[in-house]
């Protein structure tokens, strides 16, 4: 027999919202293991007790933000409107059934305007301190990579710009011994280029012009920001910068890897992809005692032509060896850093492996080798090791996996904001919901 249901839209109940949230909500979790009145500390400065109208509580606008990252919602206007209307969420902000939600235009103001970068940084660096003190950060790997946010903006309206280049970290350093270098082989030390000289044309969006133009393999030209990242082998964020979306990832390395080694002195390995295996990065990371961990990176010569690694440098004679066991002396170091060795043109044009050799008018063959190259023999050793082996396949399960949690849980793929320091804001916003909720399902 079919009974209609009964209407129970109306009906008065007497209850609280406590009884309302079920016992293992992720929300629960995190109130259990964190204690917020540490925000309060946190922006203490930015407040003042004897003027002005009442605030709103700090600690209900972070939260709010929280909410944000932890569930990917797309903007703060939506967040307002499910905090409105979720049970779970009024919980968390300690706001009974009726009292109103705090605008999310006021919302909007203290992420934008009133917290400066410095409070997200904080807050990020607050939850990760909780993780270390409750044991959950294991670093004697770390994995450094990046990866693209689409940004708010149309590829189609744009224009170029002439750019002074950025003086990178260890230029000074590279100079120092490509001259010493010089000087070793009897050759005259270089001369310092011209800073005028150093620029280059780059396109810049009129929507934003912090947003950078970048074409990576077969995904199409886009403008985006750059999430420069650090985790641990427990998939824990330790560290991240933005930066426009054209500036390569090796360049970054640096911050990265100091701020990370930095707050965690036990690392002992990192594991990095072939983008990072540069003479500089390999240099930098066993001078500080570490290994580091990388792919195979394919030699860029051409098809039917010998490999790069098929032309050996002898160090106690100083010289390359061909595959046809014949000598390329020294020639020059260039203002790159790269050591060039050329043949002798009589010896090749007799040679029977000619065409896989050079295409040279002249037929002399030229072999570079960078003056930091043992370096990157050195991670070639460590990438065939079992370390290295073991280190680098851990990738997918850390680097990748906080990068497709981001995206595909946490909203990461596209942002609406525009100006870097937005957008930073909300990346480290981003990922403290992650090691927050991370943090909660394992205290």
């Avoid at 007790?49 to 990252?69: E, S, T, W």
């Avoid at 919302?107 to 934008?112: K, R």
């Avoid at 410095?118 to 607050?126: A, G, V």
Wanted: glycine share 4%; charged share 30%.
């Amino acid at each position: 027999m079919l009974e209609r249901q009964n209407n129970l839209r109306c009906d008065v109940k007497f209850t609280c919202l406590y009884s309302l949230v079920p016992a293992n909500h992720l929300l629960r979790k995190i109130d259990r293991v964190i204690d917020f009145t540490e925000i309060y500390c946190l922006v203490e400065h930015l407040y003042c007790d004897d003027f002005g109208r009442p605030a709103v509580d700090p600690v209900v606008l972070v939260k709010m933000l929280l909410i944000q990252h932890l569930y990917g919602i797309k903007s703060l206007r939506q967040t307002a409107r499910e905090v409105d209307m979720n049970i779970a969420y009024r919980w968390f902000i300690s706001f009974d059934i009726d009292k109103p939600i705090p605008h999310f235009a006021t919302l909007s103001y203290a992420f934008a305007t009133r917290f400066p970068s410095e409070i997200f940084k904080n807050i990020f660096t607050w939850i990760l301190e909780v993780a270390i003190e409750k044991g959950f950060i294991k670093a004697e790997t770390i994995f450094i990579d990046a990866t693209h946010i689409k940004a708010n903006a149309n590829r189609k309206k744009h224009h170029k710009e002439l750019i002074q280049k950025t003086a990178r970290a260890y230029d000074e350093q590279l100079r120092e011994e490509i001259n010493a270098d010089r000087v070793c082989h009897g050759k005259k030390p270089t001369k310092p280029k011209e800073e005028t000289t150093d620029e280059k044309q780059v396109t810049v969006s009129t929507t934003d012009p912090e947003y950078g133009l970048f074409h990576k393999g077969e995904h199409k030209v886009e403008f985006a920001y750059t999430a420069h990242v650090a985790c641990d082998e427990n998939n824990f964020v330790l560290f991240c910068e933005i930066t426009p979306g054209n500036v390569h990832d090796s360049i970054v390395f640096d911050t990265v890897y100091d701020d990370a080694t930095e707050k965690f002195d036990e690392v002992e390995s990192v594991a990095v992809d072939a983008g990072f295996k540069t003479p500089w990065i390999c240099k930098k990371v066993q001078e500080d005692g570490r290994n580091i961990s990388t792919a195979y990176k394919r030699p860029m010569s051409k098809q039917g032509f010998f490999r790069s690694y098929e032309y050996v440098y002898d160090e106690y004679y100083d010289c390359v060896i061909c595959p046809n066991n014949q000598v390329l002396r020294y020639s020059n170091t260039s203002r790159d850093g790269y050591r060039e060795f050329k043949s002798n043109p009589k010896d090749c044009a007799m040679c029977r492996f000619l065409h896989q050799c050079t295409e040279s008018s002249n037929h002399q063959k030229v072999v570079t080798k960078h003056i930091w190259e043992r370096y990157i023999d050195s991670a070639e050793d460590f990438r065939h090791s079992p370390a290295g082996k073991e280190s680098y396949a851990l990738r997918s399960q850390t680097i990748e996996r906080v990068f497709a949690d981001a995206k595909e849980k946490h909203g990461m793929r596209y942002t609406l904001h525009r100006g870097l320091d937005r957008v930073r804001n909300w990346v480290r916003l981003k990922f403290a919901a992650m090691n927050f909720k991370k943090l909660a399902m394992w205290a």
